[in-house]
């Protein structure tokens, strides 16, 4: 029976060439490997019987049919044209899927063929293959000789309800034989995508009729490529690396028993490499697949870090600008102070309130930096308790009224009178208002608004900060949430900061079990909104 594997996209068959010994078995197989091999990478091997040469004849793989995306790989058998070798006929037959049977037309072989045809169906029962669904064509060889008996006298006997298609041929000058094998292999795959419902994806053809075209392509191909078929081919064993040779001429019992159990063993052995190759072939097509998507994914880890490799290039740059001003405006301050020493109090303490602020601002950068190390690093062990919202917001906008006021920016605010409480750390929950204010105020026009809203949601408290500023590009709405990632370029137009107010803010709600995302358009300001879940929950927890 023929081997589909589905997965690899391969059908492995097998044709036997049937019928009496010098009846043309193997040179119709010579001629056939012509068509398939003429470049001769394939050896045939001759098995010498007596008065028969019996051939055994593999085509795995033939890499040139190639049928609607299945490679149709062909194994192709001779069986011993004697009687006495019937035990190994029927190791031949097994398993096979389609017959070529080939008849010799001379008068004194009738009888010869005669029985090597009714042999064929014992086989075909004894070994198990159903007649009714075995492809078998017909060759009336030697169809060149005078003596040949007619087309009608050979169809009587052979072929008289004209069930099997049939060819005359002359095996030794190469006439009908190709054609015949073509017709065999034809109805073999048709059978063969019948059995397991392969369809050929070529419009209404059946599958056969594509291997077909495909085979006649073939021939067309090498037609020239045939050498003279007279001159049998013989492979030394010494090189023959795919199938042993073995030759005898004795006559005796025991030899002829050894030659039927050879001839099986290397039967047997060659229908178990069809099946081992088939599993190969599968177990390489999935290696390729997984060296593919294992290939895909350290393309993807090796993009991915080349990213963070850039990040970090940009956080270096961008914390060695925003560190390098308070420290030179403390040193340069400093520096005035101990040289010349401001005896004006009002100066001094100028100075000194300079050097407070920019320490401060400097801490403010490092305290950043070490908060977003240690939320990263592992999950904190936060004490939470009941927080009300509009008091945090009410508390934050105090906290940052003085900037506002230095930029000329308004505070309007949108709070309900009364809101569940939330469960969260204060502390934390303080650092994402301010820094969405921050971010608010620094991004908002000289006079522009900032608006502070909050509301019961249905997965919580919603709480959003608008600003009135030029707004954000749609591609650039996850970018902003980067570690170290601020739009705008580090040494012109980037705004002040290093960029970890945003995602450090969602680091914390996230804690909070809670999500942020922005809404904005170019030209039409930004508004961050942030839910938190109002569900109690205990004392000191992990969030």
Same mark, same amino acid.
């Given at each position: 029976?023929?081997?589909?594997?589905?997965?690899?996209?391969?059908?492995?068959?097998?044709?036997?060439?049937?019928?009496?010994?010098?009846?043309?078995?193997?040179?119709?197989?010579?001629?056939?490997?012509?068509?398939?091999?003429?470049?001769?990478?394939?050896?045939?091997?001759?098995?010498?019987?007596?008065?028969?040469?019996?051939?055994?004849?593999?085509?795995?793989?033939?890499?040139?049919?190639?049928?609607?995306?299945?490679?149709?790989?062909?194994?192709?058998?001779?069986?011993?044209?004697?009687?006495?070798?019937?035990?190994?006929?029927?190791?031949?037959?097994?398993?096979?899927?389609?017959?070529?049977?080939?008849?010799?037309?001379?008068?004194?072989?009738?009888?010869?063929?005669?029985?090597?045809?009714?042999?064929?169906?014992?086989?075909?029962?004894?070994?198990?293959?159903?007649?009714?669904?075995?492809?078998?064509?017909?060759?009336?060889?030697?169809?060149?000789?005078?003596?040949?008996?007619?087309?009608?006298?050979?169809?009587?006997?052979?072929?008289?309800?004209?069930?099997?298609?049939?060819?005359?041929?002359?095996?030794?000058?190469?006439?009908?034989?190709?054609?015949?094998?073509?017709?065999?292999?034809?109805?073999?795959?048709?059978?063969?995508?019948?059995?397991?419902?392969?369809?050929?994806?070529?419009?209404?053809?059946?599958?056969?009729?594509?291997?077909?075209?495909?085979?006649?392509?073939?021939?067309?191909?090498?037609?020239?490529?045939?050498?003279?078929?007279?001159?049998?081919?013989?492979?030394?064993?010494?090189?023959?690396?795919?199938?042993?040779?073995?030759?005898?001429?004795?006559?005796?019992?025991?030899?002829?028993?050894?030659?039927?159990?050879?001839?099986?063993?290397?039967?047997?052995?060659?229908?178990?490499?069809?099946?081992?190759?088939?599993?190969?072939?599968?177990?390489?097509?999935?290696?390729?697949?997984?060296?593919?998507?294992?290939?895909?994914?350290?393309?993807?880890?090796?993009?991915?870090?080349?990213?963070?490799?850039?990040?970090?290039?940009?956080?270096?740059?961008?914390?060695?600008?925003?560190?390098?001003?308070?420290?030179?405006?403390?040193?340069?301050?400093?520096?005035?102070?101990? /040289?010349? !020493? &401001? +005896?004006?109090?009002?100066?001094?303490?100028?100075? $000194?309130?300079? #050097?407070?602020?920019?320490?401060? %601002? =400097?801490?403010?950068?490092?305290?950043?930096?070490?908060?977003?190390?240690?939320?990263?690093?592992?999950?904190?062990?936060?004490?939470?308790?009941?927080?009300?919202?509009?008091?945090?917001?009410?508390?934050?906008?105090?906290?940052?009224?003085?900037?506002?006021? /230095?930029? !000329? &920016? +308004?505070?309007?605010?949108?709070?309900?009178?009364? $809101?569940?409480? #939330?469960?969260?750390?204060?502390? %934390? =929950?303080?650092?994402?208002?301010?820094?969405?204010?921050?971010?608010?105020?620094?991004?908002?026009?000289?006079?522009?608004?900032?608006?502070?809203?909050?509301?019961?949601?249905?997965?919580?408290?919603?709480?959003?900060?608008?600003?009135?500023?030029?707004?954000?590009?749609?591609?650039?709405?996850?970018?902003?949430?980067?570690?170290?990632?601020?739009?705008?370029?580090?040494?012109?137009?980037?705004?002040?900061?290093?960029?970890?107010?945003?995602?450090?803010?969602?680091?914390?709600?996230?804690?909070?079990?809670?999500?942020?995302?922005?809404?904005?358009?170019?030209?039409?300001?930004?508004?961050?909104?942030?839910?938190?879940?109002?569900?109690?929950?205990?004392?000191?927890?992990?969030?």
């Amino acid at each position: 029976m023929s081997i589909v594997s589905l997965a690899t996209r391969t059908i492995n068959t097998k044709i036997v060439y049937y019928g009496p010994a010098r009846g043309g078995k193997t040179t119709s197989l010579q001629q056939v490997h012509r068509h398939i091999d003429p470049g001769g990478r394939q050896k045939l091997v001759s098995f010498k019987t007596e008065g028969d040469t019996t051939l055994f004849f593999d085509f795995l793989p033939i890499d040139l049919i190639d049928v609607a995306g299945y490679q149709v790989q062909i194994q192709g058998y001779t069986v011993p044209g004697q009687v006495k070798y019937n035990s190994t006929r029927r190791a031949v037959l097994t398993s096979s899927d389609a017959v070529v049977f080939v008849v010799d037309s001379t008068p004194d072989r009738l009888e010869a063929s005669r029985k090597s045809f009714e042999n064929l169906f014992e086989n075909l029962e004894t070994v198990g293959l159903e007649l009714d669904s075995t492809p078998i064509v017909l060759q009336y060889n030697k169809r060149d000789l005078d003596q040949a008996l007619g087309l009608d006298e050979l169809r009587a006997v052979f072929n008289p309800d004209r069930r099997y298609a049939e060819f005359e041929t002359s095996a030794l000058k190469g006439h009908g034989v190709w054609p015949a094998f073509c017709q065999v292999a034809r109805q073999m795959v048709d059978e063969v995508a019948r059995r397991y419902r392969i369809r050929p994806g070529h419009g209404d053809e059946a599958f056969g009729e594509v291997l077909a075209q495909r085979l006649a392509r073939l021939h067309e191909e090498e037609a020239n490529e045939f050498a003279d078929p007279s001159a049998p081919e013989v492979t030394d064993a010494e090189r023959c690396q795919e199938i042993f040779v073995s030759t005898a001429d004795q006559d005796t019992t025991d030899l002829e028993g050894n030659r039927d159990y050879l001839l099986q063993s290397a039967v047997h052995a060659n229908i178990e490499v069809a099946r081992l190759y088939g599993e190969i072939q599968q177990l390489k097509n999935s290696l390729e697949d997984k060296v593919s998507e294992r290939t895909a994914e350290l393309e993807e880890a090796n993009t991915e870090l080349r990213q963070l490799d850039k990040l970090k290039d940009d956080f270096i740059a961008s914390i060695s600008h925003e560190f390098r001003t308070p420290l030179t405006s403390i040193q340069s301050y400093v520096d005035i102070l101990l /040289e010349f !020493g &401001v +005896e004006e109090p009002e100066k001094r303490n100028e100075f $000194l309130d300079i #050097i407070r602020q920019e320490a401060a %601002r =400097l801490t403010g950068l490092v305290s950043k930096v070490l908060d977003l190390a240690a939320l990263g690093a592992e999950t904190p062990n936060w004490k939470l308790e009941p927080i009300d919202v509009c008091e945090l917001i009410t508390a934050s906008v105090r906290n940052k009224r003085a900037l506002a006021n /230095e930029r !000329g &920016v +308004e505070f309007l605010l949108g709070l309900p009178p009364r $809101l569940p409480k #939330i469960h969260g750390n204060r502390t %934390r =929950l303080v650092q994402v208002f301010e820094n969405l204010i921050d971010n608010a105020i620094k991004f908002s026009p000289e006079n522009g608004k900032v608006r502070l809203s909050a509301r019961q949601g249905r997965d919580g408290l919603e709480i959003s900060v608008a600003d009135s500023g030029d707004g954000i590009a749609s591609e650039d709405h996850d970018a902003i949430f980067d570690r170290f990632r601020q739009l705008g370029n580090h040494y012109t137009d980037k705004p002040t900061g290093i960029g970890l107010g945003l995602p450090l803010s969602r680091m914390i709600v996230e804690r909070h079990r809670g999500t942020i995302e922005v809404e904005s358009t170019p030209g039409h300001g930004s508004t961050f909104t942030f839910t938190l879940p109002t569900e109690a929950a205990p004392q000191s927890s992990r969030p």
